[in-house]
Structure formats: structure tokens, C-alpha cells
Antibody, heavy 121, light 110 residues
């Protein structure tokens, strides 16, 4: 079954850290760029990070640059997002998504169900 | 990385057509043919409906179409159906592999 399943979301205090994970299955994971997108409660989508298929290049949104590290394990079909120095405004559902093949930049054709991160004291 | 501008809401009756606009700048929408559109039902993950301005993924109804003129992209839904009621988001590729989303549009089918 072609799917992405996120995990790792939880309640964390301001200034804390969290590592989100996304397990991929049913497709050739190492062929795809992967990305993380978040959605604050009642708000819109916000792209936050990208990693190339080989894991050699990573990109980050300015809003979280310096506090994020994206990584992947192509042998085990995982992509991870390490988030540090979390703030209340980072409270959101975090989605893992696959970028469509063929160079369609910004086209994410497979999404996970999301994992919720709540930053609160 | 300013968000793209979408109307907060649009509405239409069953069978009608509606268009949702997505306005960016010469650094994103106007610069690249990499605009995508997503449909999101409540408490669900987004679904890709249009990619590269006007292409539909396999399985997406041909009632959905996309276009672009200058710095503004548009999503048109023809023959509105009740199940089309959802939030719709556009996004665009920008320089340096950055992606920016629109603020979202709530579609109500009357």
C-alpha cells in the first residue's frame, strides 16, 4: 500500500525539542524528494522543509531556518524532522509529503495523515 | 517568502462553475510554471488536484482545471458538486527551491 505515516508529535514546553518521523511504504522511496508542511489550527498550509532524493541537499523556510534539520534514511524508508527551540507559534499539524516525480516543483502527490505538535507550558 | 493571495471564500450552486484566484509576484507565480492546487476536506490531508499550472494527476476529475496569466493563477471547477465543498490551496515554486502557499479559499456549495 502506497502511504506515508507520521509519528513523533506531542505536547512540548517552549524551548524544547522534538523529532518527527515519517515512514514511507509501497513505492521506491529513494527516487523521491520529500518535504514537511505544517498547518496551525484553523490556518493555512505552510511549507517548511525539503530534502532531495539522495539526502544530499536540504532546504528550509525562513520562518524556521536554524531550528530545523531534515534527514532521511533511504535504506529504511524514513524521513525525519528535528525541531529545536520550539515556540508557541510552532503549534501545528505537521504533514510529511512526497514531491511528484518529473520535476514538478511544489507538486506534492502523496501526503501522510499528519502528526500534531503542541508547544505550551 | 510572502504567502500567495487567495480569496477567503467563494460559493456556487450545484452545476455552476467557480474560479479561485491565486496572486503572487514576478518571483514566484509569474516566474515559473510550477503552480499547484490542493483540495482539503475537514480533518483530512490535502489532495493534489492540479500541478504545473494546468495538469491533472491521474484520477482527478476533468471538472477541475488550472490556468495562469502573469502573476495570477486560477483554479476553475465546473459542474459544481456537493463533494467539492472544501478548502483549496495554491502553491508556487520560488527561487532556491522554496515553496510558498496561498492562504486558502473556503468553497461553499450552496
Amino acid at each position: 500500500q502506497v502511504q506515508l505515516v507520521e509519528s513523533g508529535g506531542s505536547l512540548v514546553t517552549p524551548g524544547g525539542s522534538l523529532r518527527l518521523s515519517c515512514a514511507a511504504s509501497g513505492f521506491n522511496f529513494s527516487d523521491y524528494y520529500m518535504t514537511w508542511i505544517r498547518q496551525a489550527p484553523g490556518k493555512g498550509l505552510e511549507w517548511i522543509s525539503y530534502i532531495t532524493s539522495t539526502g544530499g541537499i536540504m532546504y528550509y523556510a525562513d520562518s524556521m531556518k536554524g531550528r530545523l534539520t531534515i534527514s532521511r534514511d533511504n535504506a529504511k524508508n524514513w524521513v525525519h524532522l528535528q525541531m529545536n527551540t520550539l515556540r508557541a507559534e510552532d503549534t501545528a499539524m505537521y504533514f510529511c509529503a512526497r514531491r511528484r516525480q518529473g520535476g514538478s516543483r511544489g507538486a506534492f502527490d502523496l501526503w501522510g495523515q499528519g502528526t500534531m505538535v503542541t508547544v505550551s507550558s | 517568502q510572502s504567502a500567495l493571495t487567495q480569496p477567503a471564500s467563494v460559493s456556487g450552486s450545484p452545476g455552476q462553475s467557480i474560479t479561485i484566484s491565486c496572486t503572487g509576484s514576478s518571483s514566484d507565480v509569474g516566474a515559473y510554471n510550477y503552480v499547484s492546487w490542493y483540495q482539503q476536506h475537514p480533518d483530512k490531508a490535502p489532495k493534489l488536484m492540479i500541478f504545473d499550472v494546468n495538469n491533472r494527476p491521474s484520477g482527478v476529475s476533468d471538472r477541475f482545471s488550472g490556468s495562469k496569466s502573469g502573476n495570477t493563477a486560477s483554479l476553475t471547477i465546473s459542474g459544481l458538486q456537493a463533494e467539492d465543498e472544501a478548502d483549496y490551496y495554491c502553491n508556487s515554486y520560488t527561487k532556491n527551491n522554496i515553496v510558498v502557499f496561498g492562504g486558502g479559499t473556503k468553497l461553499t456549495v450552496l
